[in-house]
């Protein structure tokens, strides 16, 4: 069983940044991918970014691209989403998400239904 938490959500004006933090535990996590998925208000949850557990290939939506980057410590068991260039349409609900699995990113996540073990998730609300 692994357990998530996230942290780092807030307030922030557009143009700001953000770093979001998601803390694992479990052993290792080593073994485990993790995606980064959100949800809008009256909207359908959506893969933002993901990193794979073998080669640290990622990928990313379309939407986040060039401003978003997904790095992981996987000795301190964390996975962390830096959001810069917030737009307010980056507002949503922002969840981790944990799938045992050794598949490269190839350029996009799998979907949410792949993914095995989630979060509570951190509230990102980006506005003047």
């Known amino acids: 069983q692994v357990q998530l938490v996230e942290s780092g959500g807030g307030l922030m004006q557009p143009g700001g940044s953000l770093r979001l933090s998601c803390a694992a535990s479990?052993?290792?996590?080593?073994?485990?991918?993790i995606g980064w998925f959100r949800q809008a208000p009256g909207k359908e949850r959506e893969a933002v970014s993901c990193?794979?557990?073998?080669?640290?290939?990622?990928a990313y939506a379309d939407s986040v691209k060039g401003r978003f980057t997904i790095s992981r410590d996987d000795g301190k068991r964390l996975v962390y989403l830096q959001m810069s260039s917030l737009k307010p349409e980056d507002t949503a609900v922002y969840y981790c998400?944990?799938?045992?699995?050794?598949?490269?990113?190839?350029?996009?996540?799998?979907?949410?239904?792949?993914?095995?073990?989630w979060g509570q998730g951190t509230q990102v609300t980006v506005s003047s």
């Open positions: 998400a944990a799938e045992r699995s050794s598949r490269s990113a190839l350029g996009t996540c799998p979907p949410s239904i792949q993914y095995e073990f």
């Open positions: 990193i794979s557990s073998s080669d640290g290939s990622t």
């Open positions: 479990v052993f290792t996590l080593d073994y485990y991918a």
